[in-house]
């Protein structure tokens, strides 16, 4: 019903910068919160960043002042510009958002398949 599609990951040298998009698709009702979360080798996933629907935008301290979240509700489309990347951004990024499916349905999240950003010389 709902598919999450990522792009724009890859390798980057550090101190480089990549742009990742996430477009929401399917049959719903509305697209509250979108972010971003992502999960390095060996370590759980974590929350990375996150934008609500009335334009509400917050970080993990980790990537404040080099990453920037934005995002098209028209589109239901979320970017996560990310600058200065170090090799401890390395990790499988997934977008993440809550969805409604109509009028009368609760928020549920969904994830896209997750995309692999790697920061190395």
């Known amino acids: 019903q709902v598919q999450l599609v990522e792009s724009g990951g890859g390798l980057v040298q550090p101190g480089g910068s990549l742009t990742l998009s996430c477009a929401a698709s399917?049959?719903?009702?509305?697209?509250?919160?979108m972010g971003w979360y992502r999960q390095a080798p060996g370590k759980q996933r974590e929350w990375v960043a996150g934008s609500t629907s009335g334009g509400g935008r917050n970080y993990a301290d980790s990537v404040k002042g080099r990453f920037t979240i934005s995002r098209d509700n028209g589109k239901n489309t979320v970017w996560l510009q990310m600058n200065d990347l170090k090799p401890e951004d390395t990790a499988v990024y997934y977008c993440q958002a809550g969805v409604r499916l109509d009028l009368r349905s609760s928020t549920s999240d969904y994830w896209g398949q997750g995309i692999q950003v790697t920061v190395s010389s």
């Open positions: 399917g049959s719903f009702f509305f697209v509250n919160a």
